[in-house]
């Protein structure tokens, strides 16, 4: 039979760090068998959904390039087919009314635990239910009183619960509405999901669901519940941590695939091997290779993982994404400068995140407002503006903008003046990116051009002048 997965956010909030781990699992465990992978939106709980979210979360799939073969399906669209099957239990006396007070339960509770016993439903509507009026019940799972489940996890490995332990949970509300159990039960039956691969929150929750899908004869799935993940620190990650979400990694200058490569490698290996291409982890990809134990977040893992991205990867591949970076930057990079390839080329060695890559180019499309003051007071000082004025006048004559002839000029005015390449390379270079760090000077004025060159080392002579 063929594999299909899926991934079920609930849209309370963006795609972060863990659900992108968890989907990314789901995705390959499907691609890696040549399966479907299908994206469920599971937007119940009305009160805490909210389309935004759902947009973000179709936003991080997208920029993860996690593509699904069938979705995204929303739960909100299937409410018929939930009562459908709340009434089939009902009809077949797996279910049942329950009146049971809040205040009653709430006084079961406090006395179960003040007996110290686990705090469980009694099962009293489901021996005898008495219909109060006006009152709307809730409706209950018949949980089996006997025997126990047996869960054969892919990471997790046996899991063993007494079907005693487990009390009767509610599957509709009072209003009628179904609970995440119902209908995460009768999502994966409909869809035919062979293989629930999800995060180990939801462990407790697996034998119930079993349950409730034996109880509706439907076919096991097979379970994979991921370790949780956690911060530096020790603690379960969460917002406290920095960036969660996914698309503040883009915002900060991640590369998706980077990203994805750092993500496959939190709970998952494959010998020491740290680096991926999508297809290798498909190919290599397998569930019970996965960690039992939670696996904990390392920026200074992922950093290093994106700059060997940044530098290894298709320079066109990063310059697409570096686009989006100068474009909210404001630069018009098609009309005002280099082609972003070429930047790519000159600025990867140094650039650790595409921000790193933006910001330190932004002078190759646009005037930068004063020189850094450092860089500045190092470099501009009495007679730099003299030797400036030597390069501009050669630079004038140059017929071809070309970047080894552009730096003979400078090699060979420094031996003419008798001063350490330093004392005129810097200064040129402060004086057309307002900074002391470039790539290479020829690399520089190559990319900058003839009319932005000439028109930065005048004002810089003049700046010079006026100090
Ligand atoms: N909607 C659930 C969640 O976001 C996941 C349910 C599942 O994977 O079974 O935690």
New binding site residues.
């Given amino acids: 039979m063929s594999i299909k997965t899926r991934f079920?956010?609930?849209p309370t909030g963006y795609l972060h760090v863990g659900g992108a781990r968890t989907a990314l699992f789901s995705w390959l465990h499907a691609k890696k068998n040549n399966g479907q992978f299908v994206l469920r939106i599971?937007d119940t709980d009305l009160e805490r959904s909210t389309q935004e979210s759902v947009d973000a979360i179709l936003e991080g799939m997208e920029w993860l390039g996690l593509e699904y073969d069938e979705g995204p399906v929303y739960q909100t669209q299937r409410f018929d087919r939930y009562k459908e099957i709340i009434q089939q239990l009902l009809d077949q006396n797996d279910a049942y009314y329950c009146y049971c007070s809040k205040e009653e339960l709430d006084n079961l509770r406090e006395q179960q635990m003040a007996n110290k016993e686990k705090p469980r439903y009694n099962g009293k509507c489901r021996h005898h239910v008495e219909v109060k009026e006006g009152v709307n019940p809730v409706i209950r799972f018949r949980n089996p009183e006997d025997g126990i489940v047996v869960l054969n996890d892919a990471v997790k490995g046996e899991i063993k619960i007494a079907n005693k332990e487990l009390d009767d949970l509610i599957i509709a509300r009072s209003d009628g509405s179904p609970t995440y159990n119902l209908t995460?039960v009768v999502d994966d039956m409909d869809m035919e999901i062979t293989d629930?691969v999800?995060?180990d929150d939801?462990v407790n929750n697996t034998p119930r669901q079993i349950n409730i899908l034996k109880a509706l004869g439907a076919d096991l799935p097979r379970y994979a519940h991921l370790p949780m993940i956690l911060g530096d620190d020790g603690a379960r990650l969460s917002k406290r941590h920095g960036a969660v979400s996914v698309m503040q990694y883009r915002d900060e200058g991640y590369l998706p695939e980077a990203l994805l490569n750092y993500l496959v490698r939190l709970g998952w290996s494959h010998g020491d091997q740290e680096l991926f291409t999508r297809d290798e982890m498909i190919q290599l990809f397998e569930l019970s290779d996965v960690n039992v134990a939670a696996s904990a977040f390392n920026t200074e893992k992922l950093l290093w993982i994106n700059h060997q991205y940044i530098m290894n990867s298709e320079p066109e591949l990063v310059a697409k994404h570096l686009s989006w970076h100068m474009q909210q930057r404001d630069i018009d990079v098609d009309s005002e400068g280099p082609e972003l390839v070429e930047i790519v080329k000159a600025q990867r060695e140094r650039s650790k995140t595409l921000v790193d890559m933006a910001e330190a180019s932004l002078y190759f499309y646009k005037d930068f407002d004063g020189y850094d003051a450092k860089a500045d007071k190092k470099n501009f000082k009495a007679g730099s503006d003299d030797v400036l004025a030597d390069l501009l006048a050669q630079f004038s004559q140059v017929a071809e903008w070309d970047g080894t002839a552009l730096h003979n000029i400078v090699l060979a005015t420094a031996e003419r003046l008798e001063l350490k390449l330093g004392k005129v390379a810097q200064p040129l270079r402060v004086a057309v990116s307002g900074a002391g760090m470039s790539p290479s000077i020829d690399v520089t004025l190559a990319l900058l051009g003839r009319e932005k060159t000439l028109k930065r080392i005048q004002a810089a002579i003049d700046y010079i002048k006026s100090k």
């Fill in positions: 079920a956010p609930s599971e995460v629930v999800r995060g939801h």
